[in-house]
């Protein structure tokens, strides 16, 4: 997918609710006349062609609606995010925002962060996520991370009401990673994932998860309940596989304790 001055499209491309018509604004061109690099690319994988992509497929799961959760990518040291409380579903990679990776200020105020790229539409800010996405960077070494509003995972945080949500005997927990990274789970092994409270500001998070990825480091995403998720994995592949499978083990648990049968046959008898 790449960017077209000429693009036809180009007047509709806004994602706030004030659209306006202009045809001669195309945000993807400096004043100067440059084009972007970082998020100019022919290659389906590149980063600003692969969150929209990615974003418009997790809109259809109903993990991104109401412009909550995301995707976030990093490749070498560039982070790439998406702009906050857009449309998820309509991004655009003229909208992506890149960021050098390492930097010490994340975890704080957005002026603070340090930027390689902002979209050139004004009003458009980076996603209130960044400091979720990365300790998940920083604490996992992930390649990417995803936050959804499922609500297979909100259930589950209300059925679930300690700390953590655990299922065993379930096929798809071989397709858990240790970590999120590591090797694959065992059949035979039961699927621990930590739940943290929600607060008012996603920002206000980052600490708890990263409390909790410490305190599990084997964990391969963190609940927040009545929320939604928090799941990574090395690669964007890896970190959407292990996103399916935790949304899959989240309504199956759900449905087999709304069904009063043993979610862990074997600690609660069943088996
Ligand atoms: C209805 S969305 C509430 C805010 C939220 O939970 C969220 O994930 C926002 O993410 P964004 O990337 O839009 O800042
Ligand atoms: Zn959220």
């Not at 994340?106 to 458009?124: D, I, S, W």
Request: hydrophobic share 35%.
């Amino acid at each position: 997918m790449s960017i077209s001055r000429h693009s036809s499209t180009a007047k509709y491309t806004r994602l706030d609710e004030h659209q306006h018509h202009d045809d001669e604004d195309d945000e993807s061109i400096h004043s100067d006349g440059t084009v972007d690099e970082l998020i100019q690319s022919d290659d389906p994988e590149h980063p600003a062609n692969l969150i929209p992509e990615l974003c418009r497929g997790f809109y259809t799961l109903g993990w991104v609606t109401g412009t909550g959760g995301g995707i976030s990518l990093k490749s070498g040291n560039l982070v790439y995010l998406a702009p906050s409380g857009v449309q998820k579903e309509r991004i655009l990679p003229e909208h992506i925002f890149v960021l050098p990776y390492p930097q010490p200020a994340v975890v704080k105020a957005h002026t603070e962060r340090t930027f390689l790229r902002k979209p050139k539409q004004e009003g458009l800010k980076e996603s209130a996520c960044t400091p979720l996405f990365w300790n998940a960077y920083e604490l996992r070494n992930a390649g990417a991370c995803i936050h959804t509003h499922s609500q297979h995972a909100v259930m589950a945080t209300l059925l679930w009401k300690g700390e953590v949500f655990e299922i065993s005997h379930q096929e798809m927990i071989k397709g858990i990673r240790i970590g999120g990274t590591g090797k694959t789970l065992s059949y035979l092994d039961t699927l621990v994932v930590p739940i943290i409270e929600n607060t008012p500001h996603e920002e206000d998070l980052t600490e708890s998860m990263s409390e909790m990825m410490q305190k599990y480091p084997d964990a391969a995403g963190i609940l927040v309940r009545r929320h939604g998720l928090y799941v990574w994995g090395p690669t964007w592949q890896s970190a959407k596989t292990q996103a399916e499978c935790l949304d899959y083990l989240f309504e199956i648990g759900v449905k087999i304790k709304l069904m009063g049968l043993p979610v862990c046959p074997a600690k609660e008898g069943g088996l």
